[in-house]
């Protein structure tokens, strides 16, 4: 009986399958490199802002140094002052932008030609909204 052409059916089959895989396995690591792609970026804004922040701070701190203290408003900054006898010092307080929704908390005493660091830190100044769309099992 006939010996010949058997094996063609099935082979072509498994080439289709092995192709099939192939796509997709190629689609998923797309996915996620575009994904990743999209946190590194945001990220490296992040930071970026982060430095330019850091780095308007120490120009305002500066500034306030370099005038004596007392500044309503330094590079389009608002800044904060009071008396605090506790650390016989004026304290200063502003935020610089970082990015949107994120400022740099700077505090700082100034005593004389220097100031002291008491805050330096990013805040998130973003509203907060809960979310009410997860459906959790309650019970009988």
Do not use: K
Request: include cysteine; glycine fraction near 16%.
């Amino acid at each position: 009986m006939g010996n010949g052409g058997g094996g063609t059916g099935s082979a072509a089959i498994g080439l289709m399958f092995a192709v099939l895989c192939l796509t997709v396995f190629t689609l998923i690591t797309y996915t996620v490199a575009e994904t990743d792609r999209n946190l590194v970026d945001r990220q490296a804004m992040l930071v970026r802002g982060y430095y330019e922040a850091d780095a308007m701070a120490e120009r305002v701190l500066g500034e306030i140094l370099a005038s004596g203290g007392g500044l309503g408003a330094v590079g389009g900054i608002r800044v904060s002052s009071r008396w605090d006898g506790g650390l016989n010092a004026e304290v200063v307080r502003f935020h610089a932008p970082v990015s949107e929704g994120m400022v740099l908390d700077v505090v700082a005493a100034l005593r004389g030609d220097r100031f002291d660091v008491l805050r330096w830190r990013m805040l998130d100044t973003s509203d907060w909204v809960a979310g009410s769309d997860l459906n959790v099992w309650e019970g009988y």
